[in-house]
């Protein structure tokens, strides 16, 4: 583990993107916040040619590889010395040391393939937890059927996926008359579960606390671990691993009183050949404790206005390859991607401003929607599978949102309901 000034020499001198990124960076007297804020856009440029990429600091030799997000051709890779990972998975297996109980049977519905980490990040964290568990590694993809009478068989009692595959687990549970009672923890991991999800969840799992598993991504690293004391939404920080920070969206301004709501940004202290050093994750968040506090509690608010990535069940969609799609068939300047949910399904919805005098915006709604399919043929995967209702409009302007404070177009506009207490001190 290195300290943050060890790790700002290394990648100075090492990495040709930190160079340019700190080179008016004073040598000694810095503080963190004196850092610049990664722009997630120049990070990740020529990231697909892992060989010349300026953010690494050194070549790839003893590494794993894994996607980000969007299809397998689109880049954006994440990389990990074989140290690192396994220090990775090493700590955040032990943070489950008090989420899992001794003799667990935890059935592992991640995503596994295609370069998806989720899966083989649980398993390898799974070895690391220090007391008695069994791992039953399903995946994502276990036939509904089969995988019901294996938990009841094997008395499996820890479900651990993504909230929208265990959403459709348990629709499946219902529509079959089938409950689970033995199943005693769902643990969830890569987006949020919300309390309007809970009684689809609570009627065939009725014996069952829902948790988040923990709070990690696959570009990041280590962001928050879930404990026992933590509701939905809740993390506490990973001391020693990781800074964590929560910054004004429009000033810029480091947030450290509790109930305000920012940008969580994250400089991870364990990676030295693919570093970050204040990357926004791009997720929305805001303390719960007091600023001394070891472990510091924080909760997240959902997606940023200009976040980098859209998490939708394990797909990512990213606003820069949609504005570029959106530019390329139609010219457009105005657009926002609007999320809400149902309890059975992410509700997602493209809106887009015609060009004023622009002809045929029937055609071009049609073609826009088609060309962002063809980009993202996951959503066809998650429409069919009721898990995402897509749709894309063509619209005025008045009903695309802007920042309450700064006046400006939100690329993403996040309508899920999160607690309405911290939502309201982030408007003051």
Not at 174 to 195: A, I, N, T
Not at 348 to 360: A, H
């Amino acid at each position: 583990m290195l300290t943050l000034e060890q790790l700002v020499t290394h990648v100075r001198q090492h990495s040709p993107y930190y160079a340019e990124h700190l080179k008016h960076l004073p040598e000694q007297g810095w503080k963190l916040h004196d850092i610049p804020v990664c722009d997630p856009a120049t990070f990740w440029q020529n990231s697909e040619h892992l060989d010349t990429w300026p953010v690494l600091t050194t070549s790839i030799v003893g590494a794993h590889i894994f996607k980000t997000g969007g299809t397998t051709g689109q880049g954006k890779l994440a990389v990990y010395s074989r140290q690192e990972w396994h220090d990775f998975v090493q700590t955040f297996g032990r943070s489950l040391n008090n989420t899992l109980n001794a003799g667990d049977r935890v059935a592992n519905l991640f995503y596994a393939g295609d370069l998806y980490a989720s899966f083989i990040f649980l398993h390898d964290s799974l070895s690391h937890v220090e007391v008695p568990i069994c791992e039953f590694p399903f995946t994502g993809a276990a036939n509904y059927c089969g995988l019901t009478q294996a938990l009841m068989d094997y008395q499996i009692n820890v479900l651990a996926g993504v909230p929208a595959q265990l959403m459709r687990f348990a629709t499946y549970l219902d529509e079959h008359q089938r409950c689970l009672p033995h199943v005693q923890s769902l643990l969830y991991g890569g987006e949020s579960l919300f309390e309007s999800q809970l009684p689809a969840l609570r009627r065939v799992l009725p014996n069952a606390r829902f948790s988040s598993i923990g709070y990690a991504s696959v570009d990041a690293g280590l962001i928050g671990q879930s404990t026992t004391d933590c509701a939905l939404g809740e993390h506490r920080v990973f001391d020693q691993h990781s800074l964590v920070e929560i910054i004004d969206e429009h000033t810029g301004e480091v947030i450290e009183q509790s109930g305000r709501s920012g940008r969580l940004v994250l400089t991870n202290l364990s990676r030295t050949l693919m570093p970050m050093l204040r990357y926004p994750v791009g997720d929305r968040a805001a303390w719960l404790e007091p600023s001394a506090t070891a472990q510091r509690k924080f909760i997240l608010l959902g997606r940023c206005a200009q976040s980098h990535r859209v998490r939708i069940a394990e797909l990512s969609i990213f606003p820069d390859d949609l504005g570029h799609i959106i530019h390329d068939l139609a010219e457009v300047v105005q657009w926002q991607l609007q999320i809400d949910n149902n309890s059975q399904a992410d509700l997602v919805t493209l809106k887009w401003v015609p060009s004023e005098g622009s002809e045929q915006i029937s055609v071009i709604n049609d073609a826009l929607n088609e060309a962002v399919l063809q980009h993202y043929p996951g959503i066809r995967s998650l429409v069919a599978e009721g898990q995402l209702e897509w749709s894309t409009q063509a619209c005025s302007s008045l009903l695309l949102s802007c920042n309450p404070k700064s006046g400006k177009l939100m690329r993403v506009h996040d309508l899920r309901s999160y607690p309405s207490s911290i939502m309201m001190e982030s408007e003051r």
